[in-house]
Nanobody, 130 residues
Framework: QVQLVESGGDSVQPGGSLRLSCTVRRTDDGTYCIAWLRQAPGKEREGLAAIDSDGTTTYADSVKGRFTISQDNAKNTLYLQMNNLKPDDTAMYYC????????????????????????WGQGTQVTVSS
């Protein structure tokens, strides 16, 4: 399996930026597809961004144009660069994974179906407030 550890959450003012990190520790040779999700108070978990094996990225409409997902395979780390943050972005942010039998392919409908992901990190809190 994989173990996922998020970091980088903080409190920022509206319009500010943060970069979240997800450190991935693999314990087998399986292919795990990892994405960023969040859960705001009183709301369901929401898929935000994913990156495929060929580098294709997918974003939820709520963050498209403001958030960027990237990865550094040498560091076993997934990132989420968040710009122009809004109060509605206040949430616990998670990286989460599912195992693939082949390459990673996470289109929007799969990203949006939160039950796709069954391995979760502990989360990192992002608060956007003036």
């Amino acid at each position: 399996q994989v173990q996922l550890v998020e970091s980088g959450g903080d409190s920022v003012q509206p319009g500010g930026s943060l970069r979240l990190s997800c450190t991935v520790r693999r314990t087998d040779d399986g292919t795990y597809c990892i994405a960023w999700l969040r859960q705001a108070p009183g709301k369901e978990r929401e898929g935000l961004a994913a990156i495929d094996s060929d580098g294709t990225t997918t974003y939820a409409d709520s963050v498209k144009g403001r958030f960027t997902i990237s990865q550094d395979n040498a560091k076993n780390t997934l990132y989420l660069q968040m710009n122009n943050l809004k109060p509605d972005d206040t949430a616990m942010y998670y990286c989460a994974a599912y195992q693939s039998g082949g390459l990673c392919y996470t289109p929007l409908d799969r990203l949006s179906y939160v039950r796709t992901f069954y391995i979760w990190g502990q989360g990192t809190q992002v608060t956007v407030s003036s």
